[in-house]
């Protein structure tokens, strides 16, 4: 069995995590959600290297054979470095733009200020020239849907988006997710979001690993959990160890997880 860390600012990364889920059914999970630092998208960037890092060095204390950024902000500032840093394979978000741009020839993109400056978006439009791309730095919306999900404050999301009449739309945030189908019908056309295509890389990352790993050993063995050897005290366990959610969660407990979201829990 593979173990695998996720981490996002918050519960972002939660629609991630059930794509890798559902994708990796033999592995295990540790999810780290920063909700005490959450939102990410308005901070200076050292802070989001700062807590990224930490993050990394949480997984690297459970031994993970790879970690997933399940947030664009944090893949956007500074996945280069934690690649450089840790051991393990670090899979990043990509926004949707590719698979929009196969489709649509005017889309919207909605993001956090930090991915929509970034030069992985400024290249990733540039390898879409036949598309007109409008895009949004959304400061707010990310840190609304934390608290809404989190703690049942209102939300009216019209608020937030920006009116124009696009043909598709890219989710460059993976807050956003969770009202996917709002956004469709906010729009009235197809939304794409970089999930699925990160649950897909992870699976292809982690099988390389696995496959180096055999040269040298007979089968893989993923640490057992022991919450002594993890730097973080903190952690709630769900699906019989399967998933097991990390770190500073304030506001956080297994109902949050689970009511709203995305798991059946056991
Ligand atoms: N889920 C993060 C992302 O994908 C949210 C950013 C934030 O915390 O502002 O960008």
């Known amino acids: 069995m593979a173990c695998v860390g996720v981490f996002d600012s918050g519960i972002g990364g939660l629609n991630v995590l059930a794509a890798c889920m559902q994708r990796l059914p033999g592995c295990r999970f540790y999810y780290y959600g920063d909700n005490v630092h ?8 050292e802070e989001i290297v700062r807590f990224t890092r ?3 060095r949480v997984f690297a204390s459970m031994r993970v054979d ?11 500032v500074c996945v280069e470095e934690m690649r450089s840093e840790f051991s393990f394979p670090v899979v990043g978000m990509e926004p949707a733009l590719r698979p929009a741009a196969a489709s649509c020839r005017d889309v919207l993109v909605l993001a956090t200020p930090h991915t929509i400056a970034s030069e992985r978006l400024r290249s990733l439009i540039l390898r879409a020239p036949a598309c007109r791309f409008t ?6 919306l990310a840190g609304e849907i934390e608290r809404c999900l989190t703690c049942g404050t209102p939300l009216t999301l019209s608020d937030h988006l920006p009116d124009v009449s696009p043909d598709g739309v890219v989710l460059g945030c993976t807050h ?3 009202f996917r189908r709002e956004i469709a019908r906010f729009y009235g056309c197809p939304v794409f979001d970089g999930v699925q295509g990160t649950a897909n890389r992870l699976a292809a990352v982690l099988s390389e690993v696995l496959e180096e790993q055999k040269i040298g050993t007979d089968d893989h063995h993923c640490p057992t959990w022991n919450p002594n050897n993890c730097l973080t005290k903190k952690y709630i366990k769900c699906q019989k160890n399967r998933v097991i959610f990390l770190g500073n969660s304030k506001n956080i407990n297994k109902k949050t997880f689970f009511s709203n979201i995305c798991f059946t829990s056991n």
């Open 54 to 56: 930490h993050a990394m």
């Open 135 to 140: 895009l949004a730095a959304l400061p707010d």
């Open 66 to 76: 790879a970690a997933v950024l399940a947030c664009n902000t944090a893949t956007a």
């Open 38 to 45: 959450a939102p990410y998208g308005a901070r200076p960037k």
């Open 176 to 178: 956003y997710v969770f």
